[in-house]
């Protein structure tokens, strides 16, 4: 049956059970970043349908067993209303507060803030943001209305105590997200903490992960999904909420993260074509800067302080990246023909800012065999200079943070990306 329908056979293992790859010892080295457009094993892709029915199957499935873990299938999602408010942001915006809850019995609930613009003529659909934040939604605004989450919170949140969060963090984190300018320019935004999907600390007794192992099974096994594809996974669900109203545009949906979240961001990308645009903004190691070479955060160094960010596979590449049968051109290259703006800041060398390039670089043929337009520039941009094509790359002064310049080149590349 493998031999017959290899592509029916990879949609299946990419979504839900792991895959036969080899063991990493038996894979080949390659020093350069490794061309999305040969399979596995060795052939060309020539066609169309051959990038869409097996090598876009066969990349999602290898990032998942080698790297980040599998996702579980999708599992349908309920939502309650908590509050909503119509007369936000100087009667500009409407906010609702909602608890949406997925999965078997007892998985927790993750809390998604919605706001929508409130000018918009008769029938006009919304282009939408989806955002995961570090601190929680009340932080993201300061309403008095909109609950605190529940889930543990680290304490470098503002207004944190003892792992949890309180009504001194509210609007703690409005500067990072910049949302009555997102309301200005005719977007909606969907928010939720990532804590809620998953506390960010290497412990799988906590979050979603105990809800989701299969029956007898008392741990996570070598290919089980890490933190990272367990945000992404929680990113999938609050898109399927946010595709219930019919105020959406389902065609316009874009993700964006900061950092880990940017990783988080661009894997939800990669695995689920619903996401019409994204933004990992300065996501390096594990995200948008290649896992091979020696410059930025190291494959070793990631997971040794964050070991439950990818499966326990990962690992074994730590001192053998030239082994990965994938680098992180391809997990780009899984969003073609989709928008994708890697943005980035010159100190923040941590991120490997000029790799990234690369990795675009590298990405855009797959854009060009799909016949869309993909990376514009040839050599790396001035500092503050947008390259608003497909394939997007932006580089801004200053450090490692998500600021309102930052929101205001996001906004620019969805307005032309997404024909606004
Ligand atoms: C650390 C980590 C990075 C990550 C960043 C963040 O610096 O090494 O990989 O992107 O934290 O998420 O803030």
Known sequence: ???????????????????????????????????????????????????????????????????????????????????????????????????????????????????????????????????????????????????????????SCAGCVDNQATDAGRGTQAANWNIEMIIDRGYGIALFYYGDVDPDRPDFSDGVHPFFLKPGQKELGKHDWGSIAAWAYGTHRVIDYVLTDPAVDPKRIAVVGHSRLGKTALLAAALDERVALVIPHQAGCGGTAPSRGKIGEPVKRINDVFPHWFNDTFPEFNEQTDKLPFDQNCLVALCAPRPVLLSNAVEDSWANPNGQFDVLKSADPVYRFLEAEGLEAKDFPETGKLVNSRLGYYIREGKHSMITEDWRVFLDFADKQFGK
Not at 110 to 134: D, T
Request: net charge positive; proline share 10%; hydrophobic share 40%.
């Open 1 to 155: 049956m493998r031999r017959l329908l290899p592509a029916f056979w990879l949609m299946l293992s990419g979504m839900c059970a792991a895959a036969d790859f080899p063991p990493v010892s038996q894979l080949k080295s390659q020093a350069e970043l490794p061309d999305p457009l040969v399979m596995f094993d060795g052939k060309k892709v020539t066609t169309k349908e051959q990038w869409e029915q097996e090598r876009r199957p066969e990349l999602k499935a290898l990032f998942q067993h080698y790297m980040y873990g599998y996702l579980p299938a999708p599992a349908p999602v309920t939502a309650k209303v908590e509050s909503e408010k119509s007369d936000i942001l100087k009667g500009k915006a409407t906010m609702r507060d909602v608890t949406l809850r997925f999965g078997p019995a007892g998985t927790p609930p993750v809390g998604v803030l919605v706001v929508m613009p409130n000018q918009r003529e008769a029938g006009q659909k919304i282009p939408m943001w989806v955002g995961i934040n570090f601190c929680g939604n009340h932080a993201v605004l300061d309403e008095k209305s909109i609950s605190l989450p529940k889930s543990w919170m680290p304490k």
